[in-house]
Nanobody
Framework: QVQLVESGGGLVQPGGSLRLTCTAS????????MGWYRQAPGKQRELVII????????YGDSAKGRFTISRTNARKNTVFLQMNSLNPDDTGVYYC???????????????WGQGTQVTVSS
C-alpha cells in the first residue's frame, strides 16, 4: 500500500504564513511528480503547485509569487509547501498529490492524501 499523509494546516490571519508537509510511504519504487491541490467550499479542486522529479515547478494562478514547493531527503518522498501572504481566498482543504510507481511494478498511479484544512481569517 502507498499512503500520503499531510500535516501543517490550521488557522492563520491574513498576511500570515503556513508550511504544509506531505510524506509518501509504503511500497514505493519511485516518485515522479509531487504537489498540492486545494478545494475551497463550493468550488472544484484546483492546482496549487507541483514539482517534478526533474526539478520543474508548475504553478496554479493563486501560487505565483507567494507559494514555494520543495522536496527533501534522499528518497525525495517528502514535499513541503511554504505559503506566504495568505488571504481569505486561500481558505480550503489542501490535498497532497503524487505520481508513484509502486515497487516491483512498471505502472505509475496517482495518489491523494486525505487533505488538511487551511483557514485564513481574522
Amino acid at each position: 500500500q502507498v499512503q500520503l499523509v499531510e500535516s501543517g494546516g490550521g488557522l492563520v490571519q491574513p498576511g500570515g504564513s503556513l508550511r504544509l508537509t506531505c510524506t509518501a510511504s509504503g511500497s514505493i519504487g519511485s516518485i515522479s511528480t509531487m504537489g498540492w491541490y486545494r478545494q475551497a467550499p463550493g468550488k472544484q479542486r484546483e492546482l496549487v503547485i507541483i514539482l517534478t522529479s526533474g526539478g520543474i515547478t508548475n504553478y496554479g494562478d493563486s501560487a505565483k509569487g507567494r507559494f514555494t514547493i520543495s522536496r527533501t531527503n534522499a528518497r525525495k518522498n517528502t514535499v513541503f509547501l511554504q505559503m506566504n501572504s495568505l488571504n481569505p481566498d486561500d481558505t480550503g482543504v489542501y490535498y497532497c498529490n503524487a505520481d508513484i510507481q509502486k515497487a516491483g511494478t512498471d505502472r505509475i498511479q496517482t495518489y491523494w492524501g486525505q487533505g488538511t484544512q487551511v483557514t485564513v481569517s481574522s
